[in-house]
Every structure is written in structure tokens, then in C-alpha cells.
């Protein structure tokens, strides 16, 4: 997956057969995320803490933290992967009045569950094979715009049930093992999601560093020593994200309350911005979303 997730990516039991190391590599994104490893020979890594897994592992992530899975050579590496946007997802649940669902994702950051009842966990395993379907049959050209639609409404729905199990299994502490993230790490989420909470608003390094006691110089190196990028370089994508969320949903507001809802000053800078990011102007990507048609030019550089 790439910083372009518009709602929600489901991979069932992928296996990989001929895995080399040169294939590792750890990164970062702005959506949420479920691994479930199912077979094979793996450590995980998360920030500065490598996890020797183990079958039925299930790790959950806010995707901020520097991770990616590091299997051993020409074994047998077979996994389950969700990934959905928690920009997209967030005012379902709230319409639904169950925000606690993205509680594991939000507070917890990143958090290892293991040795979960074996029914439960195939109850888990049979709604992400129903929900990798129901996504393979919504990209089929053939299918309607109305069956599209009613098939991402199964898909969310799905989802939503698989959050319910994802949010009883955080509560049991017996079962869930926390990740132990070490100072930088907890800064750098901490930073995470302040910013997340107040992208909209205009932001300096300053009032982060005030906000949260800490010093800006010491701020500004951990979060680009964990993340490999600069705070504002954090804040723009943020920004970015939510304003392409309002161009895909919202397509009644116009480019400057888009721009101002977003975070930013102008609708000249977002233009700027976007383009750079996205390679096409915001109108111009409007326009394609309704075509239903975009092409990989349109994908985060």
C-alpha cells in the first residue's frame, strides 16, 4: 500500500515462497493497520523492537511508527493484511456511537495480541476472507455503480464487526502484549497525534513544543530520526490527506473551503501543494474521482 489509501485495502493469506532480505524494508503510512501472521518463520519490526512471531499473531497499528515484517529466506511467509483510513472510517463509527472501536489504534499505537481463542480467531479469519471477496467483485469494470456501492457498504460493514473483535481482544491485558516503545518513540507518537488533533489550525513548531513540553530542537531530530521525515513534512501530508478526503466526499464545497478546511491559508498553496504531491490540480482530480477513473499519475510521489 502507498499514502494514496482512500478508504480501505484487504490482502487474505498472502503467501510469499522465494522472500529475499534485500525485499525488507521498514516504512511508514497515515492509515491504520491489522497484521495477521499466520505461517512461516518472521520477526517483525516496530520502531527499535524486533518481535519473533508467532502463528496466529495479530499486531495493530496506527501505521505512524517506522514497521515492516522480516521473513526468513526461501520459507514460506503467509500473512493477512488490513488496512483502512481512519479519515474515512472515523465518522461511521461516530455516527454509529461507538468511537471506543478505534481506541486499540488510537491509544494503544502498536500492540501485539497473542494466543487468542482459536473460534474467535477463525471468526476473525472468515469476515477478512469475506471482506478481501467482497473487494475483488467491487473492482470487477463489469459491475454497476449501484452494486460498486452496496458492495463497499458490505465491506465497511464487515470491517466495522472486525473492529468489534479487535476492540475485545485489547481489553484482555492477559492476551495483549504492549510493545514497548522506548522515549523517542513515545515523543514522536505523541507528536503524532497532537498534530493529528490540530492539522487544521495554524501550526508551529513552536506551539507543538509548548503544547507538549518538550524541546523543539530535540523534537525536530527524534521525529526525523524515527520517521525519516521533518514535522512539517508530517503536517502537509496530514493536511494533503484530509483535503483529498473532502475532494472524494464532499464535492459540493469548493477548492478554498476545501483548502481552508484542510489547514491551509489559500487556495493557491493548496493547489501548489496537492499538485506536487499528486502530480494533477485539485480540480482537475475532482473531476477524475467522478469519473471513477484515476491512474496510477495520480499516486503520492
Known amino acids: 500500500m502507498n499514502e494514496s489509501l482512500?478508504?480501505?485495502?484487504?490482502?487474505y493469506r498472502n503467501v510469499d515462497r522465494?522472500?529475499?532480505?534485500?525485499?525488507?524494508?521498514?516504512?511508514?503510512?497515515?492509515?491504520?493497520?491489522?497484521?495477521?501472521?499466520?505461517?512461516?518463520?518472521?520477526?517483525?519490526?516496530?520502531?527499535?523492537?524486533?518481535?519473533?512471531?508467532?502463528?496466529?499473531?495479530?499486531?495493530?497499528?496506527?501505521?505512524?511508527?517506522?514497521?515492516?515484517?522480516?521473513?526468513?529466506?526461501?520459507?514460506?511467509?503467509?500473512?493477512?493484511v488490513i488496512e483502512f483510513s481512519a479519515e474515512w472510517i472515523r465518522p461511521i463509527i461516530n455516527k454509529l456511537n461507538v468511537p471506543e472501536l478505534l481506541t486499540p489504534f488510537d491509544e494503544l499505537s502498536n500492540?501485539?495480541?497473542?494466543?487468542?481463542?482459536?473460534?474467535?480467531?477463525?471468526?476473525?479469519?472468515?469476515?477478512?476472507?469475506?471482506?478481501?471477496?467482497?473487494?475483488?467483485?467491487q473492482k470487477d469494470s463489469n459491475k454497476s455503480e449501484v452494486q460498486k456501492r452496496l458492495l463497499?457498504?458490505?465491506?465497511?460493514?464487515?470491517?466495522?464487526?472486525?473492529?468489534?473483535?479487535?476492540?475485545?481482544?485489547?481489553?484482555?491485558?492477559?492476551?495483549?502484549?504492549?510493545?514497548?516503545?522506548?522515549?523517542?518513540?513515545c515523543h514522536v507518537n505523541r507528536?503524532?497525534?497532537?498534530?493529528?488533533?490540530?492539522?487544521?489550525?495554524?501550526?508551529?513548531?513552536?506551539?507543538?513544543a509548548s503544547s507538549l513540553h518538550i524541546s523543539k530542537y530535540y523534537m525536530s531530530r527524534i521525529f526525523k530520526d524515527i520517521t525519516s521525515l521533518t514535522i512539517m513534512q508530517y503536517l502537509m501530508r496530514r493536511r494533503l490527506i484530509r483535503a483529498k478526503y473532502l475532494l472524494e466526499m464532499q464535492s459540493h464545497k469548493t477548492i478554498?473551503?476545501?483548502?481552508?478546511?484542510?489547514?491551509?491559508?489559500?487556495?493557491?498553496?493548496?493547489?501548489?501543494?496537492?499538485?506536487?504531491?499528486?502530480g494533477v490540480s485539485p480540480s482537475n482530480y475532482r473531476n477524475k474521482m467522478r469519473e471513477r477513473s484515476i491512474p496510477d499519475v495520480y499516486q503520492v510521489k
Open 18 to 80: 522465494n522472500f529475499k532480505k534485500k525485499d525488507f524494508h521498514v516504512h511508514s503510512h497515515n492509515f491504520y493497520e491489522i497484521y495477521i501472521f499466520h505461517k512461516g518463520n518472521c520477526n517483525y519490526l516496530i520502531n527499535d523492537d524486533m518481535i519473533d512471531l508467532q502463528e496466529s499473531d495479530i499486531i495493530i497499528m496506527n501505521g505512524s511508527s517506522l514497521h515492516g515484517p522480516s521473513p526468513e529466506e526461501n520459507c514460506p511467509y503467509e500473512r493477512s
Open 191 to 208: 507528536i503524532t497525534s497532537w498534530i493529528d488533533q490540530h492539522f487544521q489550525q495554524e501550526i508551529s513548531l513552536d506551539d507543538i
Open 152 to 185: 463497499e457498504a458490505e465491506t465497511t460493514t464487515l470491517l466495522i464487526e472486525l473492529l468489534f473483535i479487535i476492540y475485545e481482544l485489547s481489553k484482555g491485558k492477559l492476551n495483549s502484549i504492549m510493545l514497548q516503545n522506548n522515549e523517542k518513540s
Open 6 to 11: 482512500e478508504k480501505f485495502n484487504i490482502v
Open 111 to 137: 500492540s501485539l495480541i497473542r494466543k487468542v481463542d482459536k473460534v474467535l480467531y477463525q471468526s476473525l479469519l472468515e469476515l477478512v476472507k469475506k471482506m478481501q471477496i467482497k473487494q475483488i467483485q
Open 256 to 278: 478554498l473551503e476545501v483548502a481552508l478546511e484542510a489547514g491551509f491559508d489559500s487556495s493557491s498553496h493548496f493547489s501548489r501543494k496537492f499538485r506536487e504531491c499528486y
